[in-house]
């Protein structure tokens, strides 16, 4: 029997913002229990830290300039086969409920043909932080009607995810994919809003390291609130699995947890993402079901771009064309490689102990995908600094460290479709010690 497949995603979550991968995390005992019954991935990160991007490589495997789709408001092609299609061509029923982010519609319905393949059950909004705030707001369902809600968002997202699992009219298996707005900010407020009294439960938890480390950044206003978001989402996690336990579902559903980037707190840029380092890039990512079953902590490095290949294998079903190294496989690529938009053009891969990153000078992030020559521009032992806070990329000790990072990153560039880079030192300095 094919197993279901329920993809729950958050937007802009920190991995250290559940229980299971940090000890001071109280409020996520749903999520830790996912953990506690499959598979945890120490080290996940995202290969692209934004929005669209991000989304763009989940549905359909490729990196996120192969779609095209580098960067926000470029809509996903419609000629590429989706990892929606692929579960439609072989039985399932393909449903999505939340944020979209590939149509760039807006605020306005987002048409068949722009909604990747889901065909069956469609609630959802392109841009959700444009037609809603965390306390009520629309989307559009599969007729491209308006349907409001009003409450707390992420608990009105869930209802439509609970009233669509418990009113299906066929015995196919399912792919159902849900795209939280939370734990991100509200753009036309400018601030995170977690449910009614989040302020005051989080208000005194324990600030991670990395951003304590910085004087600038806006994490002392907005992490109590942010953490609020996070929790709402175990409690929406715990509802969810209740129900498909209920329905007598839950040991046939493999169920992935994870999010499209960090969060920063404006310590590393002027917002919160499209940044190389690991409070941007770092992720949860938890499977629970089929094949991914008791309590394994994995240390090998995970990416986004191997969701989509891990997916299609759990289902029996092809994966030859796609990026990426399904999770099932012993034989993990040695660094994971992260393109960088908007900001700029950028390219970076973490392995086990270094994060190098590099930036092509003569481009700009929003106007241009890619690049032919980069500058060296971040180098960090994780091993001795895990806040990432000495970058030594100019350092002279390092040299060859960085000679063996350039050439695993030229690697993955080609690897990903790219043209051969060229690489340009950066200044020479000595090692702070």
């Known amino acids: ?28 005992p749903n999520l830790d229990q996912l953990a506690a019954e499959g598979v945890r991935y120490e080290h996940a990160f995202t290969c692209q830290p934004v929005c669209g991007p991000a989304r763009a490589c989940l549905q359909t495997g490729l990196f996120a300039t192969q779609t095209g789709c580098y960067r926000n408001d470029i809509p996903l092609p419609g000629h590429i086969n989706t990892i929606a299609d692929r579960f439609h061509a072989h039985g399932y029923e393909t449903a999505y409920v ?97 449910p009614p009294g989040a302020k005051e439960q989080f208000r005194d938890y324990p600030i991670p390291e990395d951003l304590q480390a910085f004087d600038g950044g806006n994490w002392a206003e907005e992490y109590a609130d942010y953490l609020g978001c996070c929790a709402s989402l175990d409690n929406n996690v715990g509802r969810i699995v ?91 690529p040695p660094e994971v490689f992260i393109q960088i938009s908007e900001s700029h053009v950028g390219r970076a891969i973490r392995t086990k102990r270094y994060k190098y990153a590099v930036k092509a000078p003569l481009r700009q992030g929003w106007i241009h995908a890619d690049a032919r020559v980069y500058r060296e521009a971040f180098l960090y032992d994780l091993e001795n600094d895990p806040h990432e806070l000495n970058n030594l990329v100019n350092c002279k000790a390092h040299r060859q460290v960085r000679a063996q990072l350039r050439k695993q990153l030229a690697r993955q560039m080609l690897q990903a479709g790219e043209t051969a880079p060229i690489f340009l030192d950066g200044r020479w300095r000595p090692c702070r010690r």
Not at 2 to 28: E, M
Not at 276 to 286: E, G, K, M, T
Request: with cysteine; net charge negative; proline share 4%.
């Open 98 to 194: 939340g944020k979209w982010h590939l149509a760039s519609t807006g605020t306005k319905p987002v048409p068949a043909n722009l909604r990747g393949g889901y065909r069956d059950y469609w609630m959802a909004a392109d841009v959700l932080e444009f037609t809603s705030n965390g306390y009520g707001g629309h989307m559009f369902d599969q007729n491209n009607q308006r349907v409001d809600f009003s409450g707390y968002r992420a608990d009105c997202q869930t209802d439509f995810v609970l009233d669509y699992l418990d009113n299906r009219q066929t015995n196919k298996p399912f792919f159902l994919f849900v795209s939280y707005l939370e734990p991100h900010h509200q753009n036309d407020a400018g601030h995170h809003q977690g």
């Open 242 to 332: 209740a129900l498909l336990k209920q329905r007598g579902e839950l040991e046939n559903t493999l169920i992935i947890y994870t999010s499209d980037h960090g969060s920063h707190f404006q310590t590393r840029n002027s917002e919160y993402k499209r940044s190389c380092h690991d409070s941007c890039v770092r992720v949860p990512l938890i499977l629970r079901g089929p094949g991914f079953v008791g309590g394994e902590v994995v240390e090998e490095l995970a990416s986004l771009i191997d969701l989509p290949v891990t997916l299609l294998r759990s289902a029996g079903l092809e994966s030859e064309t796609l990026q990426g190294t399904a999770l099932q496989q012993s034989d993990r």
């Open 1 to 28: 029997m094919k197993p279901n497949i329920l993809f729950l995603f958050a937007d802009q979550q920190r991995w250290d913002t559940l229980g299971c991968y940090h000890p001071s995390v109280d409020f996520t």
